[in-house]
């Protein structure tokens, strides 16, 4: 709980004066339509920011170091999803060369791509640049990140073709999407497809590696270690949250819905857990596994205090997950659920 208290006390102020500045910048915009969807990201999706920014209380990481770089990076992050939602566009080419910047983030010594070249809006005033270059600059003061570049960059990489394909038109993406996600799920049989690619969407593994090269010295098999429990299950636990939440929501609207293609209700809820039971595992294996346990907790709290969860169709769900996460996410739970109503998050 300590945790916690110092998140919501000393990390949520710094994270919402980042976005204001980056606000400040987005309101110059010259394009119209690339402003509006700048202003919305951070405006609609500062949830994002805020929930990523645990990692600014990573053991040994310098917090406001942290906070800027998660924030422009998770900004980075929602400022593309609008725009591959946005104005009628489903080019996959566009949308690859818009995502160049997720992957060049994260290399300090990589030149701003043309990021708009194949993207019918371009005068964005430097805004998407910015983004990119602060991150670099973040980067370049790290003592290890050389160790976890690589690991993060493929974590890039993947959630690039997930956001590729995922928003071309829907009697195409399905088949790119799986002649993908065939290719990558190699190595990663003990999870469908579908929960593959949810595991893709998530950039809290990229923001652990990154947390965790403030440490001088850091080891290979520490990087290893971090991996192999971010991805898939922490990092899939993120994000199907998300999906299940929105489920009602996307189906009636017609939206890519990983849960959907769960067979059934019971199996839906068995692997949901089943991500919470192995998260929770390969957390406590983790040097410094308090914190990772808090994250695991707090994104069940989290997610699960949104009041879409109780929707009759996902209560059973809802309380399947509560119910194996035990007392700590109960507890964490009904915190949050105290700061929707206050308007804290």
């Known amino acids: 709980m300590l945790i916690i208290r110092r998140f919501v006390k000393e990390v949520f102020p710094k994270v919402k004066e980042e976005l204001h500045s980056w606000q400040l910048i987005a309101e110059k915009t010259p394009d119209s339509l690339l402003s509006q969807q700048a202003l919305a990201s951070l405006q609609s999706k500062a949830f994002h920011c805020l929930g990523g920014s645990i990692y600014a209380l990573y053991p040994g990481a310098k917090q406001d170091a942290m906070i800027q770089f998660i ?61 990119v270059r602060t991150c670099q600059e973040n980067l ?73 090269a403030h440490q001088p010295g850091l080891t290979v098999n520490t990087v290893k270690a971090i991996k192999q429990a971010y991805f898939p299950w922490i990092c899939g636990l993120h994000i199907l949250l ?38 929770l595992e390969r957390a406590h294996q983790l040097s410094n596994p308090e914190f990772h346990l808090t994250v695991v907790n707090g994104l069940i709290a ?29 507890i964490l739970h009904w915190l949050c659920v105290r700061l929707r109503r206050k308007g804290v998050l």
């Open 302 to 330: 989290m997610y699960l205090s949104d009041p879409k969860s109780e929707i009759e169709e996902l209560n059973g769900g809802t309380r399947a997950l509560l119910s194996a996460g035990g007392i700590k996410v109960r």
């Open 71 to 131: 924030v422009a990076y998770q900004t980075i992050s929602d400022y593309l999803d609008n725009l591959v939602d946005a104005a009628n566009v489903q080019d996959e080419k566009a949308f690859a060369q818009l995502h160049l910047a997720m992957t060049e983030a994260l290399d300090p010594e990589a030149e701003c791509s043309d990021y708009y070249a194949e993207y019918p809006y371009k005068e964005d005033g430097g805004y998407l640049d910015q983004l």
């Open 140 to 212: 370049k003061l790290l003592p290890s990140y050389s160790v976890v570049k690589a690991e993060a960059t493929w974590l890039a990489a993947q959630y690039s073709s997930l956001q590729t394909y995922k928003h071309l038109k829907p009697e195409e993406r399905e088949e790119k999407m799986l002649a993908w996600l065939e290719q990558s799920r190699v190595i990663y049989s003990e999870v469908s497809v579908w929960e593959f690619a949810a595991a893709t969407g998530s950039t809290l593994g990229i923001f652990c590696l990154v947390a965790a």
């Open 242 to 279: 998300d999906y299940f939440i929105d489920y009602i929501e996307d189906r009636e609207t017609d939206q890519l819905n990983f849960v959907q293609y769960y067979p059934s209700i019971s199996e839906r809820e068995k692997r949901l857990v089943l991500f919470l039971q192995v998260s």
